[in-house]
């Protein structure tokens, strides 16, 4: 039987989740901005799934907004706070995920400046030097990852919030990875906009939101509805809203749980490696989220290895799934100071609810072999 380990990419969905959704996909069929009984039957479904993710998220139901995504919602979050604005600057992360760094990219063209945040090689931000570039000038925007996708790092961005505000901007979260694996309350924190998704939670795919607070000045994307406060145009993907909802009560019950289960293997895992020759682990010993190891082995291209595990039936990514394919080393680890022969290498594996210790047993025994059988081959 595969193991799959391979769930910052996306999670299963989860089977009480499906049965929540099954309603909204062969009964109640009705549009809901309609106001008749169908449609007022679809609004309440939308209605109660938008109060579960406030619950889990710590925000207020009314300041959550539909999207497809975490893509979208990073698109919403940057594009809708500069649109119509006089251009200054937006700051990122320089390991933020490819939804943020290349919308941000795309602003340069529209005029603004573009800077990255420098990131230590724990995947902290250097955080005098990010509150000398704030001083530096005008700020619109600031787009900084709670839990990054490939390392797991925990940053700690409330830190950054009365900085940033300081300067005149907004900070804007992109909590994807964050959403269901730690406590998140956006309320608490005083960010201003924040990114969560639906498949990164045992949800559907193809569903996500943005959580934005009323005094932010946002533009819509595109035009012709006035759903979701005229903020994301377009008729209700009900059944999977009401997924969404559902994925995050159980994700919101099941806390606890699920972090203490997952960390567990990850320090299973952590421990194994160290006992292998020629692995480095990324960020060893920075805040990490708990079910994320990224590690390389010396002598390994990542992509080879993981194909290699793969033949061995165990499912894992060199990195993110949105750069897979581009035969480049991490973006992340490569603004982390990390050398790009060492970068080249990266292997993520990343535990989910349903993993076991026997698995990562099982795991790092496949990798011993891989390695154990390359290494005369690599001798001078």
Request: aromatic residues 6%.
């Amino acid at each position: 039987m595969p193991v799959y380990f391979d769930n910052n990419a996306t999670t299963r969905l989860d089977p009480r989740v499906l049965e929540a959704m099954l309603p909204y996909l062969s009964g109640p069929y009705g549009n809901a901005s309609s106001l008749h009984r169908f449609g007022r039957a679809a609004r309440d479904a939308v209605e109660r799934a938008r109060e579960q993710l406030a619950m889990l998220a710590g925000c207020q139901s009314r300041e959550i907004i539909w999207t497809s995504g975490g893509t979208e919602s990073d698109n919403l979050a940057l594009k809708g706070v500069t649109e119509g604005a006089l251009p200054t600057r937006v700051l990122y992360g320089a390991t933020e995920h490819p939804a943020v760094l290349e919308t941000a990219e795309a602003l340069r063209a529209r005029g603004w400046g573009v800077e990255t945040v420098a990131i230590g090689r724990d995947g902290l931000i250097d955080g005098p030097r990010f509150e000398r570039q704030l001083a530096a000038g005008p700020v619109r925007l600031v787009s900084l990852m709670r839990v990054n996708n490939e390392t797991g790092v925990i940053q700690d961005v409330a830190r950054a919030v009365d900085p940033v505000h300081a300067a005149g901007g907004w900070l804007h979260v992109d909590a994807v990875q964050a959403l269901g694996k730690i406590p998140l309350d956006f309320t608490a924190l005083r960010a201003d906009l924040m990114s969560v998704s639906s498949h990164k939670i045992y949800g559907p795919k193809g569903i996500g939101a943005l959580i934005v607070r009323a005094d932010v000045e946002l533009a819509p994307l595109h035009h012709g509805g006035v759903q979701e406060r005229g903020l994301r145009g377009g008729t209700e993907n009900v059944a999977s809203i009401v997924g969404f909802g559902a994925a995050a009560e159980l994700a919101l019950q099941e806390l606890d749980a699920r972090a203490a289960h997952t960390q567990s293997l990850r320090e299973q895992l952590e421990s194994g490696l160290r006992s292998l020759p020629g692995v480095q682990i990324f960020a060893d010993g920075a805040p990490k989220a708990p079910n994320t190891v990224q590690f390389a082995v010396a002598g390994y291209h990542g992509e080879a290895l993981l194909m290699q595990l793969d033949r061995k039936g165990f499912a894992v990514s060199s990195g993110s799934a949105c750069s897979s394919g581009k035969g480049e080393p991490s973006h992340v680890l490569l603004g982390m100071g990390i050398a790009y022969e060492v970068a080249d290498g990266a292997v993520r594996v990343s535990f989910g609810k349903d993993n076991s210790a026997a698995e990562v047993e099982q795991f790092l025994a496949a990798l011993a072999a891989i390695t154990q059988a390359a290494m005369p081959a690599m001798q001078p």
